[in-house]
């Protein structure tokens, strides 16, 4: 993959979690997660954790980590400064 290709990728993943950002937090508050094709593959609390699920998860072999994004999703409520 190009750089710019998997720019792409990880854009999309990053948007598909931002617009799900409630629901991913209900359900991996505290834990990192690993997105793929606009789906969560693996959680985990550390990314060594995550990393090792997305090695073990049967459709591993054939993706490539660039087209995985990781992400830390807190546990704390988000609030905005204006």
Not at 4 to 18: C, G
Not at 36 to 54: P, W
């Amino acid at each position: 993959m190009t750089v710019s290709e998997i720019l792409a990728v990880d854009l999309k993943n990053r948007e598909w979690i931002e617009t799900r950002f409630r629901e991913l937090g209900e359900q991996y508050g505290g834990k990192y997660i690993a997105v793929h094709n606009q789906k969560v593959i693996a959680a985990g609390d550390t990314i060594g954790e995550v990393r090792r699920a997305m090695r073990q998860a049967a459709l591993f072999p054939f993706i490539s980590e660039d087209e995985v994004t990781i992400t830390y999703l807190t546990d704390e409520p988000h609030g905005m400064l204006l």
